[in-house]
């Protein structure tokens, strides 16, 4: 059950600051087109920004970064929505937990925040802490009412899967809209949109992605990845959902990759939430860009034909 | 495989825990600490000579801090806080 | 064996806590319940890594076990171990903090310096840790140019950041110490494997390895906590 309370304090703002991801831009650009057209159709206009820079999350649990070097990035990267006045939306959980954990700390700790503030200033910025950061699947929650009033291609029919992801729900223990143990809400918007949710035995699982284990332990990493896979593939869903692209990335390739090693066969094609609410809102089907998806692409044509194009 | 886990041991000497720990503290210490004596402001430098260098907006919102860094400048070099 | 009584240090944690700006939170409320094992991912498919003795052995002061171990570096990162546990220990935090002091150490550094080329080619030059360079030609092969697939989407055909940001991010790397840290994990020569001594190949997990790292000379690692499992170690 959605911790209500934390949902009814998300603004619906008239404009949101749309945080772009790497993985989301570089890989699958379909999550982020999708983000942008949904957001629009659902009333609020994105603002985007080329001066936007990666969160830095990666280098610094890559341990490349101490926790002192990327604060001042996260600083810089959250004062370009306070200029404009304007609330973060993300499309990553990494993104997520990084800004808003980081954000959180600089603005309980009045010395880091002075001192990341000089940095700041000498190129002319300011961090104040007004930013809220929401991650894109919240602010669906939110505007909820709205997605049910806006369905252009209902999605009867389709059994779909969830992945929710750690760093969003396990980062966010308090501050995530859901519980980290039983959350429900993406089943929820699932079935709102006319979707059957398919329940598996390791939904709650990690993607395996690891972080870093996928390149310096990719045995470790692959073979968590396939424990979840095979439950997957027992559900058999026609779509499986996840709300970070990194989970995507994982998620669908190395479905190609554990083919190629013979180690099963799976076909089950990975979309962001983004791109899932795009579809039944009627985004065109060139901006949804599954064409960037690897695994289980004639199923996702199916989907396409069953849902109209 | 059955010694692999205890050489750990070995491969400390004999150097305690007491030992490790401390160097591990003091390397947080330093490491998230807040002053900024010389050295750290003589590192700091071309960085932002490089930013300096990238062009003319840079240079100009870089000048607007001069007047804040004086201070932090001077009190690096006598190394006491200036009230 | 158990660990010799002067490994064990009764009033490090004492001395820790106030250090790491409060990122690292309380670890001596533990309870030992193991629930953070018990759901880890990591510890699923590599049966040796175990939150719940590395958190014993940091309240203990046993530090020397913890940062010479090859199980730090097998966490995923994935945070189950906060979401699970009852007095709200944020361990992933503090894998990140006893990386850094491994390093220090003078271990982990080989498994560092493959990420290291991220921050230095992609985060510090275009602003975006992950590029839309594909190393799996397979990939490449079934969906086709990247840039076509954002252009068909209305996206412009790479991802824009701006020279200021980048110069700024630069800036920022140098101020905070990120880019010498990061000249000293590039310097690393990393030894040959076919140089390896079998005893020395017994214990590394067959990766090249660094001798010196500055001024820190590099060791191996151990496994600390237990056989080394997974299902590499039980074929072998």
């Given at each position: 059950m959605p911790r209500l309370d934390i949902v009814a304090q998300i603004p619906k703002p008239k404009q949101i600051f749309l945080f772009r991801s790497c993985v989301a831009s570089n890989k699958y650009p379909g999550t982020e087109a999708c983000g942008r057209e949904t957001l629009q159709i659902l009333g609020v206009e994105p603002v985007e920004s080329d001066e936007q820079t990666c969160c830095g999350g990666f280098v610094t649990f890559a341990n490349v970064a101490a926790p002192t070097a990327s604060m001042p990035a996260v600083a810089r990267n959250l004062s370009l929505a306070e200029e404009k006045g304007l609330d973060t939306c993300v499309l990553c959980n990494g993104c997520w937990t990084f800004l808003n954990e980081f954000g959180h700390f600089m603005n309980h700790n009045e010395e880091v925040k002075a001192s990341v503030n000089m940095m700041m200033n000498m190129m002319g910025r300011e961090y104040k802490g007004t930013s809220n950061v929401y991650h894109i699947a919240e602010m669906f929650y939110r505007l909820k009412d709205d997605?049910?009033?806006?369905?252009?291609?209902?999605?009867?029919?389709?059994?779909?899967?969830?992945?929710?992801?750690?760093h969003y729900l396990a980062g966010g223990k308090y501050s995530a809209i859901?519980?980290?143990?039983?959350?429900?809400?993406?089943?929820?918007?699932?079935?709102l949109m006319g979707g059957t949710v398919v329940p598996y035995t390791a939904n709650r699982e990690c993607c395996g992605t690891g972080f870093t284990q996928i390149i310096n332990g990719k045995d470790s990493s692959l073979e968590h990845t396939q424990l979840k896979l095979d439950s997957v593939k027992e559900a058999d869903p026609d779509l499986l959902v996840v709300q970070c692209p990194y989970c995507h990335s994982q998620l669908d390739r190395v479905q190609q990759q554990l083919n190629y090693h013979n180690a099963g066969d799976y076909q089950t094609p990975v979309i962001h939430i983004a791109q899932l609410v795009g579809l039944a809102l009627g985004v065109a089907v060139p901006k949804l860009a599954f064409a960037a998806h690897i695994s289980g692409r004639e199923r996702l044509e199916k989907v396409l034909d069953r849902v109209g194009r | 495989m059955a010694?692999?886990?205890?050489?750990?041991?070995?491969?400390?000497?004999?150097?305690?825990?007491?030992?490790?720990?401390?160097?591990?503290?003091?390397?947080?210490?330093?490491?998230?600490?807040?002053?900024?004596?010389?050295?750290?402001?003589?590192?700091?430098?071309p960085g932002m000579v490089k930013f300096m260098m990238a062009g003319k907006g840079e240079r100009d919102d870089l000048m607007k801090f001069m007047p804040q860094m004086m201070p932090m400048v001077k009190q690096a070099i006598t190394g006491k806080k200036e009230e | 064996m158990l660990e010799q009584t002067k490994d064990w240090d009764d009033d490090f944690y004492e001395k820790w806590k106030p250090i790491a700006m409060g990122f690292v939170n309380e670890a001596q409320k533990c309870l030992q319940c193991g629930k953070c094992t018990g759901q880890c991912p990591a510890a699923a498919v590599t049966p040796s890594y175990n939150p719940r003795k590395m958190i014993r052995d940091l309240v203990n002061g046993n530090i020397k076990r913890v940062l010479s171990s090859v199980e730090l570096w097998q966490c995923f990162f994935c945070g189950g171990c906060y979401a699970a546990c009852p007095m709200d220990i944020n361990f992933q935090f503090f894998v990140f903090m006893l990386r850094l002091a491994a390093m220090n150490e003078g271990y982990g550094w080989e498994d560092v310096k493959q990420l290291e080329g991220y921050a230095e080619k992609d985060y510090l030059k275009n602003g975006v840790t992950v590029s839309d360079f594909e190393r799996n030609p397979f990939v490449v092969d079934t969906r086709g140019d990247i840039s076509k697939i954002r252009e068909a989407a209305g996206l412009t055909s790479k991802r824009q950041v701006s020279d200021r940001a980048i110069a700024e991010i630069n800036m920022l790397s140098d101020l905070t110490g990120m880019t010498s840290f990061m000249k000293k994990i590039g310097g690393v020569e990393l030894l040959d494997c076919r140089t390896c001594t079998p005893e020395q190949e017994k214990k590394c997990k067959h990766k090249p390895m660094p001798s010196r790292v500055g001024k820190t000379k590099t060791h191996l690692r151990f496994y600390n906590y237990g056989e080394p499992g997974g299902k590499k170690h039980a074929e072998a």
């Amino acid at each position: 059950m959605p911790r209500l309370d934390i949902v009814a304090q998300i603004p619906k703002p008239k404009q949101i600051f749309l945080f772009r991801s790497c993985v989301a831009s570089n890989k699958y650009p379909g999550t982020e087109a999708c983000g942008r057209e949904t957001l629009q159709i659902l009333g609020v206009e994105p603002v985007e920004s080329d001066e936007q820079t990666c969160c830095g999350g990666f280098v610094t649990f890559a341990n490349v970064a101490a926790p002192t070097a990327s604060m001042p990035a996260v600083a810089r990267n959250l004062s370009l929505a306070e200029e404009k006045g304007l609330d973060t939306c993300v499309l990553c959980n990494g993104c997520w937990t990084f800004l808003n954990e980081f954000g959180h700390f600089m603005n309980h700790n009045e010395e880091v925040k002075a001192s990341v503030n000089m940095m700041m200033n000498m190129m002319g910025r300011e961090y104040k802490g007004t930013s809220n950061v929401y991650h894109i699947a919240e602010m669906f929650y939110r505007l909820k009412d709205d997605i049910a009033k806006n369905v252009k291609r209902p999605l009867t029919g389709i059994k779909i899967a969830t992945h929710y992801g750690c760093h969003y729900l396990a980062g966010g223990k308090y501050s995530a809209i859901d519980d980290a143990q039983m959350p429900s809400y993406l089943e929820e918007l699932i079935e709102l949109m006319g979707g059957t949710v398919v329940p598996y035995t390791a939904n709650r699982e990690c993607c395996g992605t690891g972080f870093t284990q996928i390149i310096n332990g990719k045995d470790s990493s692959l073979e968590h990845t396939q424990l979840k896979l095979d439950s997957v593939k027992e559900a058999d869903p026609d779509l499986l959902v996840v709300q970070c692209p990194y989970c995507h990335s994982q998620l669908d390739r190395v479905q190609q990759q554990l083919n190629y090693h013979n180690a099963g066969d799976y076909q089950t094609p990975v979309i962001h939430i983004a791109q899932l609410v795009g579809l039944a809102l009627g985004v065109a089907v060139p901006k949804l860009a599954f064409a960037a998806h690897i695994s289980g692409r004639e199923r996702l044509e199916k989907v396409l034909d069953r849902v109209g194009r | 495989m059955a010694n692999n886990y205890n050489n750990y041991l070995e491969a400390y000497g004999k150097e305690t825990s007491r030992d490790a720990g401390d160097r591990t503290l003091n390397y947080f210490s330093e490491l998230f600490s807040m002053e900024i004596p010389m050295s750290r402001m003589m590192k700091m430098m071309p960085g932002m000579v490089k930013f300096m260098m990238a062009g003319k907006g840079e240079r100009d919102d870089l000048m607007k801090f001069m007047p804040q860094m004086m201070p932090m400048v001077k009190q690096a070099i006598t190394g006491k806080k200036e009230e | 064996m158990l660990e010799q009584t002067k490994d064990w240090d009764d009033d490090f944690y004492e001395k820790w806590k106030p250090i790491a700006m409060g990122f690292v939170n309380e670890a001596q409320k533990c309870l030992q319940c193991g629930k953070c094992t018990g759901q880890c991912p990591a510890a699923a498919v590599t049966p040796s890594y175990n939150p719940r003795k590395m958190i014993r052995d940091l309240v203990n002061g046993n530090i020397k076990r913890v940062l010479s171990s090859v199980e730090l570096w097998q966490c995923f990162f994935c945070g189950g171990c906060y979401a699970a546990c009852p007095m709200d220990i944020n361990f992933q935090f503090f894998v990140f903090m006893l990386r850094l002091a491994a390093m220090n150490e003078g271990y982990g550094w080989e498994d560092v310096k493959q990420l290291e080329g991220y921050a230095e080619k992609d985060y510090l030059k275009n602003g975006v840790t992950v590029s839309d360079f594909e190393r799996n030609p397979f990939v490449v092969d079934t969906r086709g140019d990247i840039s076509k697939i954002r252009e068909a989407a209305g996206l412009t055909s790479k991802r824009q950041v701006s020279d200021r940001a980048i110069a700024e991010i630069n800036m920022l790397s140098d101020l905070t110490g990120m880019t010498s840290f990061m000249k000293k994990i590039g310097g690393v020569e990393l030894l040959d494997c076919r140089t390896c001594t079998p005893e020395q190949e017994k214990k590394c997990k067959h990766k090249p390895m660094p001798s010196r790292v500055g001024k820190t000379k590099t060791h191996l690692r151990f496994y600390n906590y237990g056989e080394p499992g997974g299902k590499k170690h039980a074929e072998a």
